[in-house]
Nanobody, 133 residues
Framework: QVRLVESGGGLVQPGDSLRLSCAGS????????VGWFRQAPGKEREGVSC????????YYADSVKGRFTISINDAKNTVYLQMENLKPEDAAVYYC??????????????????????????WGQGIQVTVSS
């Protein structure tokens, strides 16, 4: 069993940067695909980014492509989400989640796209990111 704990959220102004951390314990995060999801008030939880422990593939939602960067530090067993040029629409509770098998897609045969959120069996508690001027 893996435990995921997010940190690094907070209140920022539009255009600012923030780095979220997802610290894993109990298992190496390389055993999983690790994704970032977010949920704004009144909206469905959506996938933001994912990194595959097995194939190394990286996924970004179109809305964050070019602004967000996902990475992993194996020594610290931590996945990061570097968020730059934050926009008001980025405000949400951000969750990290882990999925096994360790690829971000929903199919072994088609590695494109992002698996359903229900395919991610382990979730952190979520952390608030507020973007306001």
């Amino acid at each position: 069993q893996v435990r995921l704990v997010e940190s690094g959220g907070g209140l920022v102004q539009p255009g600012d940067s923030l780095r979220l951390s997802c610290a894993g314990s109990g298992r190496t995060l390389d055993y999983y695909a690790v994704g970032w999801f977010r949920q704004a008030p009144g909206k469905e939880r959506e996938g933001v980014s994912c990194i595959g422990g097995s194939d190394g593939r990286i996924y970004y939602a179109d809305s964050v492509k070019g602004r967000f960067t996902i990475s992993i530090n194996d020594a610290k067993n931590t996945v990061y989400l570097q968020m730059e040029n934050l926009k008001p629409e980025d405000a949400a509770v951000y969750y990290c989640a882990a999925k096994y098998p360790s690829y971000c897609s929903g199919s072994y045969y088609d590695r494109s796209g992002l698996a359903k959120k229900t395919d991610f069996g382990f979730w952190g508690q979520g952390i608030q990111v507020t973007v306001s001027s």
